[in-house]
């Protein structure tokens, strides 16, 4: 079986870093592979279409790299499905949107287990990439993957918030991850990330997260905003997705040349000039 990066790292204590792709295209993934600058790459499988084929195909482009792993980010229903196949194809961590209650959290962590005395999980064996189809199916080693399957939590709604000291210390809890989005939308304060409530909340998770010996993890979209959650414990992150990536390209270098076009940029090199030598690149 393959070793899974992230929870090499996380055992030992080490930092980690990952980044998103909405994007199946095993292309993407590789790209991301050949940077060298990541340890594990998180599929957003709750946002982005995709088909089992593309499961697979992400976890072939996976393996090209050593030192690299996936995570499936799993929406909250078929939870049991979509971690067997995500682990299936090859991705070997998962990380749960909408958790509510401690039995969702038990829920995530049996989806991922094996079915096993010692595992208590819902997991059986089958016939998928991850086992080389027929070569280790059913092994001990099958049975120790999805024991070290990373499991993260997505800690995003009230009622989680409300009961993350119960949530945090629920056994196979490997990770959590707050939502100020949707955090923000339960409490009526939509689009308000930054209210002091939301981050008087993520704050709090951090703390409890780091006494329960759980990994707090922080997404963010430049290394600038890593102090902040460095401050607070944190060493584990997971920056950048590829689509907001292209967005910003599009509309920074869309915008430069736009200008040079209608001979409004400053200067003769125009203003993404400008935005190289601030650090952008593209």
């Not at 072939?60 to 939870?79: C, H, T």
């Not at 704050?203 to 006494?211: F, P, T």
């Not at 292209?246 to 400008?274: H, M, N, P």
């Amino acid at each position: 079986m393959r070793p899974n990066r992230l929870r090499e790292l996380l055992d030992a204590d080490k930092p980690t870093l990952g980044t998103h792709a909405h994007l199946s295209w095993p292309t993407v993934i590789e790209l991301i592979g050949h940077s060298k600058q990541f340890d594990y790459v998180e599929f957003v499988g709750e946002y982005a279409p995709y088909d089992l084929y593309a499961l697979e195909n992400i976890g072939r482009a996976i393996d090209l790299f050593d030192n690299f792993s996936g995570m499936m980010k799993v929406e909250q229903e078929p939870r049991l499905q979509l971690a067997i196949r995500s682990i299936g194809s090859g991705i070997q961590n998962l990380l749960f949107a909408d958790i509510r209650t401690v039995e969702d959290a038990e829920f995530c962590v049996k989806a991922t287990r094996a079915e096993c005395p010692g595992s208590d999980g819902l997991h059986g064996v089958g016939m998928r990439r991850d086992v080389g189809f027929v070569l280790e199916a059913g092994t001990p080693a099958f049975v120790k993957a999805l024991d070290d399957a990373v499991v993260a939590v997505m800690m995003e709604k009230v009622p989680a918030i409300d009961n993350m000291e119960a949530i945090v210390n629920v056994k196979g809890v490997d990770m959590v991850q707050f939502g100020p989005a949707d955090y923000s939308m339960n409490l009526g304060l939509t689009g308000q990330f930054k209210h002091p409530k939301v981050v008087e909340a993520e704050e709090r998770l951090i703390k409890v997260s780091l006494e329960a010996g759980v990994a707090p993890r922080a997404e963010i979209g430049s290394p600038d905003q890593a102090k902040r959650y460095l401050d607070l414990g944190v060493k584990h992150f997971c920056m950048g997705t590829d689509v907001s990536v292209l967005y910003d390209w599009f509309c920074q270098k869309g915008d430069g040349l736009r200008k040079v076009i209608d001979g409004t940029a400053e200067g003769a090199s125009g203003s993404s000039v400008g935005r190289e030598e601030a650090g952008y690149k593209g």
